[in-house]
Every structure is written in structure tokens, then in C-alpha cells.
């Protein structure tokens, strides 16, 4: 750990620290927490998460399985069902698709299907996003398939902080969770982390910046592109505010709402391809709830139609130069 | 090929020496009656026009292994199910009432209406909710079995599926995971003359797939209840010792040298015999059970056809544990709209 201690009851971590600080603290607290999925065991994950889990807590309650995406959510499901609170691993969210039936169809129908008879409580973490040079299979953002899912729930931290705290919200819902993780910055940038017992609830936007001329809607690796986006905007005058979401599902219409009626002008950035994105169903949202407050188009700013490009990767990724772009059309009306 | 078929009764019923599995006079008696009324509700299904009951697989011929299977199970074990298996809840005790609120989507329906009919889920019986799919469930036994060792429980996961589940990832993922973790599972794979075989599988038997998996895989006369039971008995103390997972092949496709064919037979015949070699059974007994079932089936259509409907805003119950801010506005929106409501707006 390179976490270091600042003041009592706090450290300054990673995201990564974080996570993997959240994962021992839930399973300290609750005996039921098992964590599993390809090298997450003695390897301690492909990125660390799971360091030191299987040491302390053995074999089973943090254990390797074989290389089979839906195998690992499979068995997710039944643990989930009899009772466990199953917390998997996939390695990369590029992965996902081998498990894409067991999570729409089993994990988030259980509830449903079943009348409440039987409920899935579980986790699926998973590193996502671009900026690591990964390429096509270990750079994608594709949320938008599990938002659209009825009974999935989806979670994406941006700072260390919340990182910890919305996991463990995320491992004690009821519900499952998509707890993606923007793997980019999971060693950028280090932040104070409240030791113990530290809970951030689902469903409540963060304000990053508070701002008056523009809102900012964000997520994951996008919310510091942001900031240094409403940074720059804040040397030719403009007040932005910068709005990170924290949940994809459920959303907080309602901080979003009220930042973008104040501001009068909305930028949506996310790094998935633009069509059909999660931008989208914002700026739906917004054309719904507040459109005679707008004062300009809402614009999207995300990645391309194109899959996730190597070599070409800086220009498929939303930059801070894109996104005052993207502001300066907002006030081209 | 057949001569490593697990068999218990001869074609006239009679047990073959030392074969026959030690149950006593009542638990003979009600398999029997669990087979009678899965029979019984084929018949009541037939019955029914698509309006009312718009989708059902009848169990005709196949009833020797759901209910042998699960006659081999401690009531705390659950079952894994693949779709259209009510004769596995029968044996568990479920009430006709409760299938048939289920088959039409009552208001009394556990799952409230959610699901086809055949779709069962019921947690009084330890069945899970099934899935349309034909192998999803598989390593939900596993991961189910997974969990209950790491709790300390004993509970064995018999799940089931037929052999073009065989054919899914799932089964792959399940038995390789379930092997690897030697989980409480038993996987029985209803090999029924249907399937075309030849199009799921290379594989001359079924069974043969257990060996990949380092696990006993193992062929059982599917037309014999009492060798479905041994078999499934055996596999269930072995999950239950910790020994891991079995593999189950229950055949009512069975070779004949090298003829493949469907051996026409009813499971139902053979035990009656060999319930009349045991002095358990005969006609007029057989006939009060049919009667029995037969006139309990009719009543409960009868009482599901009286039912209600599940309540209008139970349509955005359950997606998740509380209501959403988002489906809170939904229910509101449809509240406007509906002819027919009882909900708030």
C-alpha cells in the first residue's frame, strides 16, 4: 500500500487502493461477502483489486475460477440466490459478452421472474474505458447495454472516495450492480479515503464544481477531463459546473435537472460511441424536463461510431480541447 | 451401449437382485402418486384452449425422472430447473391450486403473472425461478452450491436440463466450474427421443461427457423410476459427502445394438407392476389415484378460473427492491392513461 495516513480516520489512496480497501472492509463486516473471477485469488487481480484477500480471508471466501465470463456470473447468480453476497471480477469490461445472457436475462430478471420470491444481490466489478493504450478489447465503455437493462443497476465512481464508499453501498443493495470502474484513473490522482465504515447511497449526483454558466454532465475518467475543462473555461469567463453522476441507474434526474435550469446550458461527455450512448438518454431527459430553461442545444461530446482504436487512441478519447468545444457551441445560440 | 445402463425394474416390474433402493411402503406410494398426477395434468393441460393457457410441455413419459430425481433429495436441497417441470414441484408437494394459478397468471401466482406457464417459481418447495433458456440455470446450481459450503450447509443442487441444453456454454461453464470446486451438484440430463440427438452431439452417450469433466457421469433407464432414484440417490450422498459433482444421463432413447429407437414405453405401466409384485397396487387402487387427481385438478382450474388478475401496478413491482424515481414516474404516467387501474396518480 502506498496509501498514506493524513489525519485520523483518513488516508490518501488510489482507486484502486480504494476498491480494494472497500472489499476487505465489507468482508471483515459481512461473512456472506465472497469475492471471486479469473486471478482475483493468491494473483490478487489483474490491476491488484483483490490484493492480499485471498491471504486473509482464504480460500473460500476469495477464489480464482476458470476463465469462462459466464461461468463466473453463473455462479454469481446462485450464490446470490441462496444467499451469499457474490462480488466478481471480470478482468476487462471488453470481456463481458460471454456473461451478457447471464446478467440480462438471469441476474437482473430474478426479482422479477420470480415475484420477489428469490432476489440477486450481487456485484460485478469491472475495469472499463480507455487511456491505457488496451485497444479494442481492453478499452471499451459499453454501460449503455446494461442501463437499458430493467433490474440492473449501474455504478460508476470517479474519485477514490466514492470509489470506496459506492461499492460498499453497491455490495449491501439488494439489488445487482454493474460497478464499473474507470480504469485510466485508478492511479492517477490520489484522494482522501475515509477509513472503516464509509458509504456513498445510490442514485445521488455529485456536484464536482459548482458553476453558473454551463453544466457539465460527467462520469468515470470524463469527470477530471471535465474540471480541467471547466478550468480552462474559467479563464475566458465562463462559470462551469461540473456534474459527475456517480449512478448510471438509478439516475438523480433531479440534481441534473436543477443544475441545468440554473445554468441554462448542458454539455454531455461520455467516451463511448456517441450514438445511443447514456448521452443520449440525458439529453432526452433534459428535452423532457426543462427545455424551455435551455438557452442552446444540448450538446454531446463522446467518443466515435468507430470501435476503440490503438494507435489513434488520443482522438477517439474526449479531451479537455473537445469538450470547450462542445461548450462553445452551447453559447453559439 | 446398454449394458452400463443403470436399471433397477425389469420390463415386468420385477426388481433385478439387490438392486432395488430400500423405501418403505408410503414413500413407493406417494412416487406413484406423484407420477399419477403429472399425468393427470397433461390431461387437465390438453384441455385447456390457448387462450387460457397458452404454452405448455407435457411431461408424458419423462415423468420416471423428475420424479425420481427429486424423491432422492432431503426437502432442505433444492432444485435447479429447466422449464416445464411440474412434475418435480408434484413430488415436492405442490398443490394443483398452485399450478394452475401459475398456468393462468393469477393474482395467487407466486411469480405474480410474470412468466409463461411452465415457468415455475417456488420458494416453499426450494425451486428456483426458471429461465427460458435451455442451460442458463446450470451453474446457478453450481454457484448456489458453491455458497452453501462456504456457509457450512449440506444442501445438495439437483438441476436438470435436456440434451440440447447439453449443447449451451452454460453446461460447459457448470460442469467444468462444478468440478473444479467439487460443488453439491447433480446434473441430470433428460435424454428424450424428441431431441434429435445426432444434431446436439457427436457423443454416443451423454454420460461420456462426464469423464472430460473429471466427474462420474452415469446412464439410467429413464423409464424407471426406481433406477432414476438409485442413481440420483447415489449422486445426491456423494455432492452431500463433499465428493463433488455427478452427471446423470436418464435415457428414454436407448439403443438397441445399433439401432437407435424410442422405446415406447410408460414409466407409469412398469411401477404399477412392480408396485403389484409388492402387494401396493392394483387396478382399483390405480384407478382412485387417477380419480383422486383427476377431480383435485378440476376443482383447482375451477378456483384459478375465479381469480384475479395481478394488480395493475405490480407491473413495476420487483424490478428492483424499491421503486426507482424513474419507475415511480412511470407507474404515475400509465395511472393517466389506463383504462383499467388501481393505481394512485
Known sequence: ????????????????EAISDALRTEMKNDDRVVVFGEDVGPKGGVFGATAGLHEEFGETRCFDTPLSECGIVGAGVG?????????????????????????????????????????????????????????????????????????????????????KGLLISSIRDEDPV?????????????????????????????????????????????????????????????????????????????????????????????????????????????????????????????????????????????????????????FAW | MTTDLVVVLDADGRALRGRAPKLASEQLTAIYDAMVRSRVLDEGASELGPDELSHYEPTHGREAIDVGATFALQDSDWIVPRKHQPAALLARGVLFE??????????????????????????????????????SHLSHAVGAGIGARARGDDTVFLTFCDVQGTSSNDFHAGLNLAAVHKAPVVFVVEHAPWEASERETASATIAAKGAAYGIPGVRVDGHDVLAVYRACREAVDRARRGDGPTLVEACTWLTDGDTPAWRCEDPIKRFEQHLAHQKLWDA????????????????????????????????????????????????????????????QP
Request: net charge negative; aromatic share 8%; glycine share 8%.
Open chain 1, 178 to 330: 454493474m460497478f464499473l470502474e474507470p480504469k485510466k484513473i485508478y492511479r492517477h490522482g490520489k484522494g482522501e479515503v475515509p477509513l472503516g465504515e464509509h458509504t456513498v447511497p445510490l442514485g445521488r449526483a455529485r456536484i464536482a464544481r459548482a458553476g453558473t454558466d454551463v453544466t457539465l454532465l460527467a462520469y468515470g475518467a470524463m469527470v477530471p477531463v471535465c474540471e480541467a475543462a471547466a478550468d480552462a473555461a474559467a479563464e475566458q469567463g465562463r462559470s462551469v459546473e461540473v456534474v459527475d453522476l456517480r449512478t448510471l441507474v438509478p439516475l438523480d434526474e433531479q440534481t441534473i435537472v436543477e443544475s441545468v435550469k440554473k445554468t441554462g446550458r448542458c454539455v454531455v461527455v461520455y467516451e463511448a460511441p456517441k450514438t445511443c450512448g447514456y448521452g443520449a438518454e440525458l439529453a432526452a431527459i433534459l428535452a423532457e424536463k426543462c427545455i424551455e430553461y435551455l438557452e442552446g442545444p444540448v450538446v454531446r461530446v463522446a467518443g466515435f461510431d468507430t470501435p476503440f482504436p490503438y494507435t489513434l487512441e488520443h482522438l477517439y478519447m474526449p479531451d479537455e480541447k473537445r469538450v470547450l468545444a462542445g461548450i462553445d457551441k452551447t
Open chain 2, 284 to 343: 382399483a387402487i390405480g384407478q382412485r389415484h387417477f380419480d383422486t387427481a383427476t377431480a383435485e385438478l378440476a376443482e383447482a382450474i375451477a378456483l384459478a378460473r375465479t381469480a384475479g388478475d395481478p394488480d395493475t401496478e405490480s407491473l413495476f413491482d420487483d424490478v428492483f427492491m424499491n421503486l426507482s424515481p424513474q419507475l415511480r414516474e412511470q407507474r404515475r404516467e400509465l395511472a393517466r392513461t389506463a383504462t383499467t387501474t388501481t393505481i
Open chain 1, 1 to 16: 500500500m502506498t496509501a498514506t495516513e493524513t489525519r485520523p480516520g483518513v488516508k490518501v489512496m488510489t482507486m484502486i
Open chain 2, 98 to 135: 398452485e399450478l394452475a394459478n401459475a398456468w393462468l397468471g393469477k393474482i395467487e401466482d407466486p411469480t405474480m403473472g410474470r412468466q409463461l406457464p411452465g415457468h415455475y417459481s417456488f420458494r416453499s418447495a426450494n425451486f428456483l425461478s426458471t429461465s427460458s433458456t435451455a442451460g
Open chain 1, 79 to 163: 450464490m446470490a440466490v441462496y444467499g451469499m453476497r457474490p462480488v466478481a471480477e471480470i478482468q476487462f469490461l471488453d470481456f463481458i459478452y460471454p456473461a451478457f445472457d447471464q446478467i440480462v436475462s438471469e441476474a437482473a430478471k430474478m426479482r422479477y421472474r420470480s415475484g420477489g420470491e428469490y432476489t440477486c444481490p450481487m456485484v460485478i466489478r469491472s475495469p472499463y474505458g480507455g487511456g491505457i493504450r488496451g485497444g479494442h478489447y481492453h478499452s471499451q465503455s459499453s454501460e449503455a447495454y446494461f442501463c437499458h437493462t430493467p433490474g440492473l443497476k449501474v455504478v460508476i465512481p470517479s474519485t477514490p472516495a466514492d470509489a
